[in-house]
């Protein structure tokens, strides 16, 4: 816990009315769940030493790759930082990515998926009413907005400009993350002309890259 | 009415802004759900707004039936040139929108340069 102040020292600095849900939206698979588990095993005091850090990164790097992993809104209640002497606690709200359609029939294709067809339709009737409710929640019992995307992709996307037209008009304080810098094909410059009027902070949620910037730009977003 | 799309057809509904302004967001997306599920692409004369978008989303994924229906593709004309960031683009309404749905096995590879947006529509046989 030492070791977590220092680290975290002056950087959460909330205010009496602190936002209570985060929400982490973004596409599928640009690392919201890597991020979370991140955030989560980071407030226990983990990270910082290299023994911590490959273990965190493994734990973090095997996350699946079959479509909808995530498929309903994951809770991860007070996720609490002590700073100063002081708790902060905040819900993190994992959601699945949004899409516009969910094919049962994709989960078959990989290799991973141990599962038979009917367990593949189980799959994707949950992650239709995970995204569901991921849009309700936004439009309403969300406080604060995290959205993480890959940054090696395009990030002008239909979808992309739906979710942060809703975060805009609910009003909803949000912090933008060019996840994977890690990777070659890696362009945050592109993120930052989509997001001009966010902060856009660079990461590698897999390899706890720049979390501190994240951090301070979080308590100053939703502080 | 025609019953949508038969072995050689693909049928095409423009919708104008004048009867969309009219709609309520339930009636605006029941139409476009109704349509779609009916195999056509509908193309509508505007952009519908953030919270609309996303409710449409939402009564998509409850409308999805692994036996007849994955889900939708959408894609909206963006005026590239004259808005910068996503949220410029969004509600930037000065010039004519535009808006194709259709579904997502049918509606492929939208893409869209300065002037043209282009969409491939595979037009597959109705399952006896």
């Known amino acids: 816990m030492d070791k977590l102040k220092g680290k975290f020292s002056g950087w959460f600095v909330f205010g009496e009315s602190a936002p209570e849900n985060i929400g982490i939206y973004g596409p599928p698979n640009s690392g919201k769940t890597t991020l979370t588990n991140r955030i989560v095993k980071e407030s226990t005091g983990l990270g910082g030493d290299e023994q911590d850090e490959e273990e965190l990164e493994e734990e973090m790097g095997s996350a699946s790759h079959i479509p909808h992993e995530t498929r309903r809104a994951d809770k991860k209640e007070d996720v609490t930082i002590e700073h ?12 699945p990515g949004v899409e516009t359609q969910v094919d049962y029939e994709e989960f078959v294709e990989y290799d991973d998926f141990d599962g038979d067809e009917e ?9 239709t009413e995970g995204i569901s409710e991921a849009m309700r929640w936004l439009r309403g019992d969300i406080d604060g907005v995290i959205y993480v995307l890959d940054s090696t992709k395009d990030p002008f996307t239909q979808l992309n400009t739906m979710v942060m037209g809703v975060i805009e008009s609910e009003d909803v304080p949000a912090v933008v993350l060019a996840n994977k810098v890690d990777e070659e094909d890696s362009n945050v410059e592109r993120i930052r002309n989509a997001f001009p009027q966010y902060d856009v902070i660079p990461v590698s949620a897999l390899h706890g890259e720049n979390m501190e910037e994240m951090y301070k730009s979080i308590s100053e977003n939703f502080g | 009415m ?26 605006k997306i029941r139409m476009i759900l109704d349509s779609v599920k009916e195999e056509k692409i509908v193309i509508l004369e505007d952009r519908m707004n953030p919270d609309e978008e996303s409710k449409l989303i939402e009564a998509t994924m409850k409308e999805i039936n692994p036996d007849n229906f994955s889900g939708i593709e959408i894609e909206s004309y963006k005026d590239e040139q004259k808005s910068s960031g996503l ?42």
Do not use: C, H, W
């Not at chain 1, 367990?119 to 009737?125: G, K, P, V």
């Open chain 2, 87 to 128: 949220f410029d683009r969004f509600m930037s309404n000065d010039d004519p929108q535009m808006t194709i749905i259709g579904p997502s096995n049918q509606l492929n590879e939208v893409n869209q340069d300065e002037d043209i947006m282009t969409a491939m529509i595979s037009n597959e046989e109705e399952q006896g």
């Open chain 2, 2 to 27: 025609s019953e949508g799309n038969n072995k050689n057809n693909v049928q095409l509904e423009f919708v104008r802004s004048r009867r969309l302004e009219k709609m309520a967001t339930a009636e």
């Open chain 1, 119 to 127: 367990d593949a339709i189980e799959r994707s009737r949950e992650a």
């Open chain 1, 84 to 95: 100063d002497g002081e708790e902060v606690t905040l819900n993190v709200v994992d959601t």
